[in-house]
């Protein structure tokens, strides 16, 4: 079974920077897209960001566009997310989303990924 485990959340006051990474590891596969959500207990999950194999645009939710950067490497099936400027609004528990096949619907989509890490905590202090 392919494991996600995603790393670098914390604490960090309001304007701040925090970068969170994430690995795909166990079976040999390849893993097509790599994504992130977020979500808080009783909250419906959020989209966060996106990016396939392809090196395709990268896909960002309204909010986040502008201080949020993805980015993956390939050989290394792992994905990144950068996240400037930092609000309160942003705190929540973020999840690392991997796909080992092609995405027909929308990146957007929680249904598109099939692997999925077991959340790492972000917390911005107003």
């Known amino acids: 079974q392919v494991q996600v485990e995603e790393s670098g959340g914390g604490l960090v006051q309001a304007g701040g920077s925090l970068r969170l990474s994430c690995t795909a590891s166990?079976?040999?596969?390849?893993?097509?897209?790599m994504a992130w959500f977020r979500q808080s207990p009783g909250k419906e999950r959020e989209f966060v960001a996106a990016v396939t194999r392809s090196a395709g645009s990268p896909v960002y939710a309204d909010s986040v566009k502008g201080r949020f950067a993805i980015s993956r490497d390939n050989a290394k099936n792992t994905v990144s997310l950068q996240m400037n400027t930092l609000k309160p609004e942003d705190t929540d528990i973020y999840y690392c989303?991997?796909?080992?096949?092609?995405?027909?619907?929308?990146?957007?989509?929680?249904?598109?990924?099939?692997?999925w890490g077991q959340g790492t905590q972000v917390t911005v202090s107003s």
């Open positions: 166990g079976r040999p596969f390849s893993s097509y897209g």
């Open positions: 989303a991997v796909s080992s096949r092609i995405i027909l619907s929308s990146t957007r989509y929680a249904s598109a990924y099939n692997y």
